[in-house]
């Protein structure tokens, strides 16, 4: 055998193994909570990939948006950072937003990952330390406007709160603002990390996110006590999950996946 041939053989022998790899390893998509893709989908897309050869491609869109997604057959799987009716109301009101419609299937499967904390934030150089339900409520829906009111300073309030379609937005107004509506003048941000950037340049902003996203990123935030407001982080699928996204589900569910929320 010749030289040239040889080299040809070896060639052609790697090139089939590489593809041969490419076509084991896959991708999956999953739409839905930005909560969900900050607190593990993305910070453990490397080591799902060591484990499985798999890589996760995430949309975060919402929670609403995600459902949405996973409705229309855009997606297998949808992330959701609240209880399964919640996910699905907050479905309806971005669809609704949209000018759109939807039909709520009656097997979806709700595949819990693990627990987050919801907790109020203001601006770090607010005084205010610790707020009830009741005083979070007033600040949020208007009826307190000034933060004097609750002993900080003389100082309009200015809430900022996620989108219509959040999570996250939609458990506090229901856990603690009784389901009232957020304030006219709200301001109203795409994402988690805007919602703590946006409390941060504003010294009279409040807002609510979760409190693992908010220990990875407080910029110019502090966190306000209160009591526990919780939530389930979950992935969600139409009827039994594929092959591929029950590896997903499996491997959040494992220890090597736990430790994200250490």
């Given at each position: 055998?010749?030289?040239?041939l040889?080299?040809?053989?070896?060639?052609?022998?790697?090139?089939?193994?590489?593809?041969a790899?490419?076509?084991?390893?896959?991708?999956i998509k999953?739409?839905?909570?930005?909560t969900?893709?900050k607190?593990?989908?993305?910070?453990?897309?490397?080591?799902?990939?060591?484990?499985?050869?798999d890589?996760?491609?995430?949309?975060?869109?919402?929670?609403g948006?995600?459902m949405?997604?996973?409705?229309?057959?855009?997606?297998?799987?949808?992330?959701a950072?609240?209880?399964?009716?919640?996910?699905?109301?907050?479905?309806?009101k971005?669809?609704?937003k949209?000018?759109k419609?939807?039909?709520?299937?009656?097997?979806?499967i709700?595949?819990?990952?693990?627990?987050?904390?919801i907790?109020p934030?203001?601006n770090?150089d607010?005084?205010v330390?610790?707020?009830?339900?009741?005083?979070?409520?007033k600040?949020?829906?208007?009826?307190?406007?000034?933060w004097?009111e609750?002993?900080?300073p003389?100082?309009?309030?200015?809430?900022v709160?996620?989108h219509?379609?959040?999570?996250?937005?939609?458990?506090?107004?229901?856990?603690?603002m009784?389901?009232?509506?957020?304030?006219?003048?709200?301001?109203?941000?795409?994402?988690?990390?805007?919602?703590?950037?946006?409390v941060s340049?504003n010294?009279?902003?409040?807002g609510?996110?979760?409190?693992g996203?908010?220990k990875?990123?407080?910029?110019g935030?502090?966190?306000?006590?209160?009591?526990?407001?919780?939530?389930p982080?979950?992935l969600?699928?139409?009827?039994?999950?594929?092959?591929?996204?029950?590896?997903?589900?499996?491997?959040?569910?494992s220890?090597a996946?736990?430790?994200?929320?250490?």
């Amino acid at each position: 055998m010749s030289k040239q041939l040889l080299k040809i053989m070896v060639l052609v022998f790697c090139s089939l193994s590489l593809m041969a790899s490419l076509a084991s390893a896959g991708q999956i998509k999953v739409w839905g909570s930005t909560t969900c893709q900050k607190r593990f989908l993305e910070p453990g897309a490397a080591a799902y990939k060591s484990a499985t050869g798999d890589t996760i491609k995430v949309y975060g869109v919402g929670t609403g948006k995600g459902m949405m997604a996973l409705l229309s057959g855009k997606t297998k799987v949808a992330a959701a950072s609240s209880p399964l009716t919640s996910a699905i109301k907050s479905a309806q009101k971005a669809a609704k937003k949209a000018g759109k419609e939807i039909t709520i299937p009656d097997n979806l499967i709700f595949h819990e990952i693990a627990k987050d904390v919801i907790v109020p934030i203001v601006n770090k150089d607010n005084p205010v330390s610790a707020l009830n339900f009741d005083q979070l409520a007033k600040l949020n829906t208007g009826a307190i406007t000034n933060w004097k009111e609750v002993g900080g300073p003389d100082l309009p309030v200015k809430v900022v709160t996620s989108h219509a379609g959040s999570a996250t937005r939609a458990v506090f107004q229901k856990k603690v603002m009784k389901k009232a509506d957020y304030v006219a003048d709200a301001t109203i941000v795409k994402s988690t990390r805007l919602e703590i950037q946006q409390v941060s340049k504003n010294k009279g902003g409040i807002g609510a996110v979760s409190e693992g996203f908010y220990k990875l990123n407080p910029e110019g935030a502090k966190l306000v006590k209160t009591d526990a407001i919780s939530r389930p982080l979950a992935l969600i699928t139409v009827g039994t999950p594929t092959p591929e996204v029950q590896k997903l589900i499996d491997f959040f569910r494992s220890t090597a996946g736990q430790k994200f929320f250490e």
